[in-house]
């Protein structure tokens, strides 16, 4: 059998040839993936530093509103903590009688109650008519005003932290 050499070779140049084609579009495909893979982790090292931009803002507008609740929360306290020793001076003024609540009597609705009128240059009511209450009702009316003084104190505690979560 005779080999035709001219065939093989013609085969054998065009699988070179096409050979050498696929190895110059691996070289061109190659750097173009390089370059798209450059692009991708460019961007994305652009997206995770605007994330982590974002998240310190967030964490430190939360550090911020943490400091401003807990100021609030120590005032809230301090005037909880004044309110209650004022009411405990109050009420233990009145039980040791050393302070009597005494109330205005309208004299037009006294109807003929003979109450007289307290006697003092230190008053600043003028010839009106006085009554002095029991210590125990006086410690019923105090124990209320206490009640309700704690009752505005933590409202205005209650506003100031609504303030500070709409506030930005």
């Known amino acids: 059998m005779v080999v035709p050499w001219k065939a093989v070779c013609a085969v054998a140049l065009v699988l070179g040839g096409v050979a050498s ?3 110059v579009q691996d070289w061109r ?3 173009q993936l390089a370059e798209q893979a450059r692009l991708h982790t460019e961007t994305l090292n652009q997206l995770t530093m605007a ?5 310190q803002a967030e964490q430190d507008k939360r550090l911020a509103l943490v400091q401003r609740l ?3 929360d120590k005032t809230h306290s301090e005037k909880m903590t004044n309110a209650q020793k004022a009411q405990a001076l109050l ?3 009145l039980a040791t009688s050393d302070l009597r609540l005494s ?3 309208d004299s037009a609705s006294a109807g ?4 007289p009128a307290t006697a003092g240059a230190g008053g600043v009511d003028h010839a009106t008519v006085r009554a002095e209450l029991d210590p125990a009702h006086a410690q019923r009316i105090v124990a209320i005003t206490d009640e309700g003084d704690r009752g505005l104190i933590a409202l205005k505690a ?4 609504i303030r500070s979560l709409s506030d930005p």
């Open 70 to 72: 807990a100021a609030s």
């Open 103 to 105: 109330v205005l009597i």
């Open 29 to 31: 495909y190659g750097k």
């Open 158 to 161: 209650c506003q100031g932290y």
């Open 112 to 115: 003929g109650c003979s109450v």
């Open 91 to 93: 009420r233990d003024r």
């Open 51 to 55: 994330a982590a931009t974002a998240q």
């Open 21 to 23: 084609t696929w190895q």
